[in-house]
């Protein structure tokens, strides 16, 4: 994973040309004022809350727009009925396209100034653009702060960020930034509602380790127990998670069946540790995974609506008005937003969708700012699409490994992590904006001497975790389970063996070499070399540019079924015992 950003020489001026545009964008979407609602209706003392959820935008603000139409037609449903709608976001805002990064995010807050959230979860990759500024991670003697993009994210922002399971780690307090906190406390309609923000557990690994540095995460579900606990003390009689921690589900027709949803999920198995305890737990925004739930747990509704902006969830609470209590949850399933040209021609709370004009308005100079690069032409044409995976090897991987290694003529090895793909190359022109969306990240190269063992080892090491698979480009990888351990030999693209004692110069990007993903040893990173230049995405822009030969869509040295470049038995994570790959240890 890592950081994102766009091309370096334009964005000190546009960030702050843009972010000065955030106190334009601070007036909510109109929501029904109490004097401009009806009495609250009785309604055998009930009232509707609807939750409306958000995650992993990852800076896709183009939607913005449709969203708020859908936010307007269902807050005027509710100001009908004398109830209320709660705007939540599960983290992961800012980092991902070029509109976006130009500005450091800042485009994403004046959007969500305009639409009226309430809270934010601070996600692992609000971490991913460092100091303010062209600076990846703090200079040393530069005065850097390494959170100083986020800070002022947060500074501009209506909401506040929440981040309860996020300590330094030398004092074990909150870190005390403004508009950063653990939870928040809205009232709405009589109704006191706390929020607790909690981030996965694994953000340390997956955003850039110098830019985390002196922070710790606590484990969530304890965390949220002892927030939900002092909420409660606070007049709270509904509390609500924003978690950027999530899990997969593949039906949504019935909350209350589980069988098509993966039960490990992390947030899954917070719920269950939640439940069994007896936190009082109403519903849970959740994120990070970019996948759909709309699902009941361990008696706790959960919502996600995968990523980029596509889509939306929403739990409708019914409240007894006498205790303020939740005492029903109707789980809707993820609901895609309507692209700008068909939003005409769909309903929603009985009305036609009409984009809001004021999100409009917000984006669209971050919009035109990004267009001339996003639109520049580098010179392949794709017969077909260049497809990614996250877990398992794919043609985009290994092209992206591929360029890597021609980036740096020396490297006999270039490896790149599968959560750094974040979309697929379209048939068509290969633009500047279509590889920036496919790897985001600003990562630098990495360099450093290994052993043909060691590379082994870190190969297995990935292929025994549930986190984005491996990419190499240099070698092969064969893995098997011998006396219940993974073992990796390693040959050459043209099948000739390579022994354990070889040495070979390995290229990768920064995230993995400072330890993103577990995968290098301390040993290994201090013996790393950094490259300061360009980000490696623009490297591969460089080469293209140039006219380097760029493989066919389908060319079968790109990726091919039948010889891939990593074999090991079974699914990942691969787990080896006396019985075989993936047998009860």
């Not at 950027?244 to 949803?261: I, K, L, N, T, Y």
């Not at 985009?396 to 974040?422: H, K, Q, S, W, Y």
């Not at 063992?453 to 986190?467: K, V």
């Amino acid at each position: 994973m890592g950081i994102a950003r766009a091309s370096i020489a334009r964005r000190a001026g546009l960030i702050a040309a843009l972010s000065g545009l955030v106190a334009c964008g601070r007036s909510k979407s109109p929501a029904p004022s109490a004097a401009d609602r009806p009495p609250s209706s009785t309604n055998g003392g009930h009232l509707t809350i609807s939750l409306v959820g958000t995650n992993d935008l990852h800076g896709h603000i183009e939607s913005l727009p449709q969203f708020g139409g859908y936010l307007a037609n269902l807050r005027r449903a509710r100001a009908h009925d004398g109830g209320a709608v709660l705007l939540l976001d599960a983290g992961d805002m800012f980092q991902g396209t070029l509109a976006s990064n130009l500005g450091e995010g800042a485009a994403v807050i004046r959007a969500y100034n305009a639409l009226g959230y309430a809270a934010a979860a601070l996600g692992n990759h609000e971490f991913d653009f460092g100091p303010v500024g062209p600076a990846v991670t703090a200079r040393p003697g530069k005065g850097d702060d390494p959170r100083g993009a986020l800070r002022a994210r947060a500074a501009e922002a209506a909401f506040p960020f929440l981040d309860a399971n996020l300590i330094d780690a030398t004092t074990g307090a909150p870190p005390g930034w403004r508009n950063i906190r653990p939870t928040a406390l809205v009232e709405l309609d009589g109704v006191k509602i706390g929020i607790v923000g909690v981030t996965t557990a694994s953000t340390p690994r997956t955003t850039l380790a110098a830019n985390f540095a002196g922070l710790a995460a606590r484990p969530l579900a304890a965390t949220i127990a002892a927030a939900t606990a002092d909420l409660h003390r606070q007049g709270a009689t509904v509390v609500i998670i924003a978690a950027h921690a999530g899990g997969v589900c593949h039906r949504f027709d019935q909350p209350e069946h589980f069988e098509s949803c993966e039960a490990d999920g992390e947030i899954f198995q917070v719920a269950r540790e939640l439940a069994a305890s007896g936190g009082a737990i109403d519903a849970i925004v959740a994120g990070h995974t970019h996948e759909g739930v709309a699902h009941r747990v361990a008696g706790i509704p959960i919502v996600e609506a995968f990523a980029n902006g596509h889509d939306f969830s929403r739990i409708d609470l019914t409240i007894d008005r006498a205790s303020g209590r939740a005492i029903d949850a109707h789980i809707f399933p993820p609901h895609r937003i309507c692209a700008p040209d068909r939003c005409a021609e769909e309903a929603y709370e009985g009305a036609p969708v009409v984009p809001d004009p004021a999100v409009a308005s917000a984006i669209a100079p971050a919009l035109e700012a990004a267009r001339a690069e996003r639109e520049e032409k580098l010179g392949p044409v794709l017969a077909i699409p260049i497809d990614r995976a996250q877990k398992t090897e794919s043609p985009l991987g290994n092209l992206f490994a591929d360029l890597m290694r021609a980036a740096r003529p020396g490297a006999d090895v270039a490896l790149t992590n599968g959560g750094g793909l974040r979309a697929d190359l379209p048939a068509g022109p290969l633009t500047y904006g279509r590889l920036f969306e496919a790897l985001p990240f600003d990562n630098r190269f990495a360099t450093v001497s290994v052993g043909a063992g060691e590379l082994a080892e870190m190969i297995a090491r990935n292929l025994g975790r549930e986190n984005g698979i491996l990419s190499v480009s240099g070698v092969r990888a064969e893995a098997r389970c011998t006396a219940g351990s993974l073992t990796v030999k390693l040959t050459r693209p043209d099948g000739r063996p390579i022994s354990p004692g070889t040495r070979l110069t390995l290229v990768t990007s920064d995230f993995l070499a400072t330890g993103g993903d577990g995968l290098l040893s301390d040993g290994l990173r201090r013996r790393t070399t950094f490259d300061d230049g360009p980000p490696i995405r623009d490297a591969m822009a460089d080469l293209l540019r140039k006219g380097r030969a760029f493989p066919r869509a389908d060319d079968r040295a790109l990726y091919d079924p039948a010889h891939p470049r990593l074999t090991f038995p079974g699914p990942r994570p691969v787990r080896c015992s006396s019985r075989g790959p993936n047998s009860p240890l």
